[in-house]
């Protein structure tokens, strides 16, 4: 379980004051086997996208610090999006603080969520354990000794933030006159001294600092929004059969793809006729989709899961689609000229006229492939079929006629 990690997403100040409590004593149970990170972890400066990205691809599990002001914030609703296309839905865990199931706005709604209360905590710091290489033993009372006082002590300290929040007035404490003067004079003689010599108390290299930092802040916030409503209107238009509604597709992936965003969920996507050139689709779910006729040349789908696609007659001459998963996928009439197809799982596929000439198949399942003939095959590059898993009457013949397609040789599209 090494370099694996729980992502705890917070927003807003109350919210992460829970969200370092739970990580901290999170942390007391599963620190040594797997990772908590929430997202003051990145460091100032750094490319906050870059990072959370890495985050993302050893996340294992998520939680999300809900309360009643930061339910409908765009950087949460942006987090949990992100995380759910790593894990599971039952993989992420709203905990809500002082709101209830029923306040939760759709995005959240899906998800099982629980309350800050110690049984629904317990359960879950019960489960955590229970997926340990080394569980604790007897973990009811190492929570109730260890884990819950914790809790205990630094849930007064957020509740006390959030009266403070609630009740400004009540909370103040009274100003006498003459402390009232003494303040007013202070603040005078600070402004007089910014005045006669402003860069003593703000150099310049520090407000040019300061300007910069906002002006990336923003920027970064706007680039969230903006990658959020892209990934919606594509989730918005799946299932539409329509030729405008595939148009909208591919210019939004067009889009993602140049702020280097490249798996996309495209279940049922209708793209067909499509000019998908170059495109980058690696790790993307594209099953049932209808990509008939389109033109994926020289585009990247490597590791992208491709089941009962309808690629007929599609363009996907110097394609990667290396570890791909194309299983009972309609390839009749494609052009993988020159594809890479290493370690490719097209079992049950339907490659009726299928045109592989200097296609590489290394390693890749072509068990019960329909109409893949002798001839086809034959038009492949040296060593396109080595470690290849083929029925084995095929096999024989060709290992027979041409040899060379099941030599050893380093892979050229390597290279």
């Not at 899906?110 to 033993?137: C, V």
């Not at 590059?381 to 040789?409: C, E, M, V, W």
Request: hydrophobic fraction near 40%; include cysteine; glycine fraction near 4%.
């Amino acid at each position: 379980m090494e370099n694996e990690i729980i992502i705890v997403s917070w927003s807003g100040k109350l919210s992460h004051e829970i969200a370092k409590n739970f990580a901290e004593c999170l942390d007391l149970v599963i620190g040594r086997q797997i990772g908590v990170f929430i997202s003051d972890d990145i460091d100032m400066g750094s490319r906050w996208r870059e990072e959370l990205d890495e985050k993302l691809e050893q996340c294992k599990f998520g939680i999300l610090i809900i309360t009643k002001d930061n339910m409908n914030s765009p950087w949460l609703n942006f987090e949990a999006g992100a995380i759910s296309k790593c894990v599971s839905k039952s993989k992420i865990v709203p905990i809500l603080f002082d709101a209830e199931p029923s306040m939760l706005p759709s995005t959240f709604s899906t998800f099982q969520a629980i309350r800050y209360k110690k049984e629904d905590l317990q359960n879950l710091f019960s489960f955590f354990n229970d997926k340990l290489n080394r569980p604790i033993k007897d973990f009811h009372n190492f929570f109730q000794k260890n884990i819950w006082p914790n809790f205990e002590k630094n849930t007064n300290k957020i509740k006390e933030l959030l009266f403070k929040k609630n009740n400004p007035s009540e909370t103040a404490s009274p100003i006498s006159t003459k402390d009232k003067l003494e303040k007013i004079l202070l603040e005078l003689r600070s402004v007089t001294g910014i005045i006669k010599n402003p860069e003593a108390v703000l150099p310049k290299d520090y407000l040019v600092s300061v300007i910069q930092n906002a002006q990336d802040l923003w920027g970064q916030q706007r680039e969230r929004e903006y990658i959020r409503k892209l990934q919606d209107e594509i989730d918005g238009y799946r299932g539409l059969n329509s030729e405008n509604a595939a148009q909208k597709i591919r210019a939004n992936i067009l889009k993602l793809n140049r702020l280097g965003f490249h798996e996309f969920i495209l279940t049922d996507c209708f793209l067909s006729n499509m000019d998908f050139r170059k495109v980058d689709l690696r790790g993307s779910i594209l099953s049932n989709a209808s990509l008939s006729k389109a033109n994926l040349m020289n585009a990247n789908l490597q590791d992208s899961t491709l089941i009962s696609a309808d690629m007929s007659d599609s363009v996907l001459v110097y394609a990667n689609l290396k570890f791909a998963e194309m299983s009972r996928a309609k390839l009749e009439g494609a052009n993988l000229s020159y594809a890479d197809l290493c370690s490719v799982n097209l079992q049950n596929a339907d490659m009726r006229n299928t045109n592989l000439e200097g296609a590489n198949l290394n390693g890749a399942n072509l068990l019960y492939v329909k109409g893949l003939y002798k001839k086809q095959l034959s038009k492949m590059r040296t060593g396109g079929l080595f470690k290849a898993y083929i029925d084995n009457d095929l096999s024989d013949k060709l290992q027979k006629d041409f040899p060379h397609l099941f030599d050893d040789q380093e892979d050229p599209l390597d290279s």
